[in-house]
């Protein structure tokens, strides 16, 4: 399986199933689709008649004289040319032997093996506050009550999970635990406490914990920071860009803006860390499609580290990205990848997260097939201790796991979960993106269509969209377009 398409001047060509990256001219961008077109399904090679074939109809799209420079031919020249689209020929035919291009699929065959994987639990998210300062219009966790009441966590609680996370991991050494909300700062005495026990506990048990924190940063201070910077391995810093921007969408629960107070904390905070292991994060919505001013916001502020990603709303909600929206925010992302091209250029590069992509390695393969392990590896924590699958779940009963107290419960929901993957969605199988989005977020599924095992459809178009960019960017960076 292959996927070619066309990006800021590249003729790029994804074979799917190694992951090989293939920039090309538009010569052999036209064989590569007649040969994927005509090539036997078992050797992937195409007959000389066939050969043949594909001659005829390259010579007579190109046999014109603005062409002859693209063949290194004087014009009229056309048996140079003919010579010249056999041997382009000749090299597709070589990538295919060399296996790097139409190569099989071996992860299908490892799918079992993968479904009956020992459930190891490699991080939580602990809800250490159901409860905000701020009142966000597009929050999934309604102000951080997720459908319930509000509640901060008991460093008992807290103790119990990380106590649940250790007993659970089995033989891996390296844990995550985010500290969550609602805002997690509003109870931060506890998330000291908890990481003081943390740390106490990597000694004892051979483990060694990544702390994470999630905050809308009205409660940030030089306190709160230098201690983020001793323990946070990361710090995500929510704000959605421009001021009106912003403070439209994350209002204080007196209606007013939080850009004001936020922006001069997180500039700090990420020169303090020397604008590594954090991100700025924000959510775009129908109010702001042009979100990639708000990525150049971030940037001539001086973030480095940047992601913004589209709300998931249900389409009643007046900010909810709908279908005919995919068009504008494909030419968004279009538009950020040539701007950061351009930055790179200037020297002022900087990350945006959805165009993150490993080429060379990339996550291993239970990653590429299940994603983020949500019920089976990674779990969300309420405060009064109840486990559910991730964050996003948090409040739907029939999703309901366990606790703390007694542990999963429900392993017949973690056996869904660990059921779920790029093989078992039938939308998958044929996407050329399926080993880099991992089949999707469950969570966002269920939203849409009330079942963990599907997609949901303005995710995956908009997540194609990201793909192809983050490849021309990488393109770019590897025919030395700085």
Known sequence: MIHQYKN???NIVLDVNSGMIHVVDDVAYDIIALFDKLRDTKTHMVSEKDKETIVAEIFNKYNKPEYAELFEIEPGNYDEMKSAIQES???????????????EDIYENYINEFKNRETVVKALCLHIAHDCNLACRYCFAEEGEYHGHRELMSYEVGKRALDFLIANSGNRRNLEVDFFGGEPLMNFEVVKELVKYGREQEKLHNKKF?????????????EVEEFLNKEMSNVVLSIDGRKEVNDLMRPSRNGKG?????????????????????????????????????????????????????????????????????????QEYDKLAKYMLKK????KDFNFFHFMIDLSGGPCVAKRLSGCGSGTEYLAVTPWGDFYPCHQFVGETEY??????????????REDFKQCNVYSKE?????????????GCAANSYKFQGQIDDTYDIGCELQRKRVECAIMLKAAEAVGEE
């Open 8 to 10: 800021n001047g590249y």
């Open 89 to 103: 020929i000749l090299d597709v035919e070589q990538l295919v032997k060399d296996g790097a291009l139409f190569t």
């Open 210 to 222: 990544r702390f994470t924190l999630t905050t809308n940063g009205i409660l940030l201070d030089n």
């Open 258 to 330: 939080s850009y004001d107070i936020i922006i001069p904390k997180f500039i700090k905070l990420a020169e303090d860390r020397n604008q590594t292991n954090y991100y700025v994060r924000g959510t775009f919505t129908r109010n702001n499609l042009d979100f990639s001013e708000d990525v150049k916001h971030f940037a001539e502020l001086g973030f480095k580290q940047i992601s913004v990603e589209p709300v998931v709303s249900l389409p009643e909600e007046s900010y909810s990205i709908r279908e005919e929206d995919i068009p504008k925010i494909c």
């Open 344 to 347: 790179k250029k200037e020297g």
């Open 400 to 413: 309901l796991m366990g606790n703390v107290y007694e542990g999963i419960k429900r392993t017949d929901l």
């Open 427 to 439: 939308k998958c199988k044929k996407c050329f993106a399926r080993f880099y989005c991992s089949g």
